[in-house]
């Protein structure tokens, strides 16, 4: 690999290129021109304009992305998230180009994608399900029946659905027909395919994931996750190792994800995500993401294993040259999710001009940030700015350096979700891991005034 081409903007696109640079691989950023001057742009080796500004015409342009890798001379594609990295047909065009794809086969991609088939190979490899239908929903059938025998709550899930999308809760029997019409519609609008699925619903649920790298032959994990406190279904806060586990089931979720890894020959970077039910004291799989998460530096904080180097070395075809036995874990980590969103406005998206950014500092603080002082957001993209990790050597430590550095960030001209990050590290049910993934729009005042 002699030249990576990054198929992503902001901060991701940042930490891909200087992970890059250190392994002495050139770089070429792909920028849209409402992008242009961006960090990105700034830190890569070479840049190729590849469209305007809405994403549809740029970053999720496959033409443009495959012919910028073809004029700028590179060899490999790293997605980073969100825009191509879990399209499998994007993923084949690559490779058909001759180029390297830094992730796992189209394959693994695909399989992972139809939720209804992983939860299948979930459950083959034995990790641990929810009750619920097995494969996709067969409407002809009798559906309230099947409703009753999985028990109320449940809820109605689209096959192709992901990022929280395309999940309906039903409460009684009378609402099953009407609320599977509705998320069948649902679905098909959003993801092209009208099947979906049934799962118990978990009242006060944690969500907690498992790290999985695998070069293809050696499949190891790199500890878990929580990822409990969310915004609407969107991850705000993310720590690790997941606290308050007990031992036996944390043990089940890591081996468990590594042989679903295994039985499914997935290659790269993995995440296998589950609901945690601490009254049952029991997890059961979500699904699994076929790329790079957000929330990967706490991994490494807390491992000291660079994933998106990891990344890079399997997809050069090196292999891992370490086994589990060589994995270790040191001190806990938190990451704090820094949106370009005002908090006194229902957290509409904030675009404008970055006036001032001043970032904490001190040992075992990391920020990674797509944005300098100077620098505009434009509102055509994700709303995230960058990400504030901590590690110290335990919990305690951890989130009293975490209120610490959140106290020193201060960024103007925009609103941020910083005073919200302040607000829920200091909370006695955050300390006591008592939160769970409905925590933030069920107390009042945390999402502001009209909350």
């Known amino acids: 690999m002699k030249k990576l081409l990054i198929a992503n903007r902001g901060e991701i696109a940042v930490r891909i290129i200087r992970t890059a640079k250190e392994m002495g691989i050139a770089t070429v950023a792909v ?36 012919d910028a890798a073809r004029t700028s001379g590179a060899d490999a594609v790293h997605p980073g998230y969100g825009f191509l990295s879990e399209n499998a047909e994007f993923a084949e065009r690559v490779q058909r180009e001759g180029l390297i794809w830094v992730g796992p086969n189209p394959e693994s991609i695909e399989l992972m994608g139809n939720k209804s088939r992983a939860r299948q190979a979930a459950i083959a490899a034995g990790v641990p399900v929810l009750a619920g239908t097995e494969g996709a929903l067969d409407t002809s059938a009798d559906i309230e029946a099947i409703a009753d025998e999985i028990g109320y709550p449940l809820v109605v899930k689209a096959s192709a659905g992901g990022g929280g999308r395309g999940i309906r809760r039903i409460e009684s029997r009378e609402d099953v027909r009407g609320t599977v019409e509705v998320a069948q519609a649902e679905a098909l609008a959003a993801f092209g395919s009208n099947a979906v699925y049934f799962e118990r619903f978990v009242t006060r649920a944690r969500h907690v994931e498992v790290q999985v790298l695998s070069d293809g032959e050696t499949c190891v994990h790199l500890g878990d996750r929580d990822c409990s406190m969310q915004r609407r279904q969107q991850k705000v806060v993310e720590e690790a190792p997941a606290p308050g586990l007990p031992d036996d089931v944390r043990r089940a979720m890591r081996e468990t994800s590594v042989e679903l890894a295994r039985q499914s020959n997935y290659v790269g970077a993995g995440t296998v995500e589950f609901l945690y039910d601490p009254s049952r004291g029991e997890v059961a799989f979500i699904e699994m993401n076929t790329r790079l998460q957000v929330e990967h530096p706490i991994s490494e904080a807390i491992t000291g294993i660079d994933l998106v180097r990891e990344q890079l070395r399997i997809a050069a075809g090196e292999k891992l040259g370490y086994t589990q036995d060589d994995v270790t874990f040191e001190g806990h980590a938190f990451e704090f999710r820094i949106n370009a969103e005002d908090p006194d406005n229902r957290f509409m998206p904030s675009p404008g001009k970055i006036e001032s950014l001043e970032l904490s500092g001190g040992p075992g603080v990391r920020a990674d940030f797509g944005f300098s002082v100077g620098q505009v957001v434009v509102p055509y993209y994700d709303s995230l700015l960058g990400k504030v990790i901590v590690w110290a050597a335990d919990r305690d430590q951890a989130r009293a350096r975490a209120s610490r550095v959140l106290g020193e960030t201060k960024i103007t001209g925009i609103k941020t979700t910083v005073p919200l990050a302040r607000r829920l590290v200091d909370l006695e049910d955050f300390a006591n891991a008592e939160h769970y993934t409905t925590y933030i729009e069920s107390v009042p005042g945390l999402l502001g005034e009209e909350s």
């Open 31 to 66: 920028v849209s021109e409402a992008d242009r001057g961006s960090n990105a742009e700034r830190l890569a080796d070479e840049t190729v304009v590849i469209g305007p500004a809405p994403a549809g015409r740029s970053y999720l342009n496959q033409d443009a992305v495959i």
